[in-house]
């Protein structure tokens, strides 16, 4: 195997990262690794029209779970801010 100087100089770190970066391209330019990525891609896509997501809810329904998680109404608190009470 033929080495190759990418400059003269530099430290080994920007060296090895440009190797890593080199090793990576060389494996990623397989046809066989793309054509798996892409048949991959094509198979998740297939599978994502076939999905529905319900997004509506009602209001009584995101009240219930936001009082699970600690919602409570300003008029429920016993607390008196300063800034509340009118001078």
Do not use: H, P
Not at 11 to 26: D, G
């Amino acid at each position: 195997m033929r080495r190759t100087c990418y400059w003269k100089g530099g430290s080994t770190i920007n060296k090895r990262i440009i190797q890593k970066v080199r090793e990576i391209f060389l494996f990623l330019a397989d046809k066989k690794i793309l054509l798996g990525i892409g048949i991959g891609i094509l198979i998740g896509t297939f599978c994502m029209f076939g999905y529905q997501y319900n997004v509506s809810m009602s209001k009584e329904r995101i009240e219930e779970k936001a009082r699970g998680y600690g919602m409570i109404y300003q008029d429920e608190s016993k607390v008196i801010f300063d800034k509340d009470v009118k001078k």
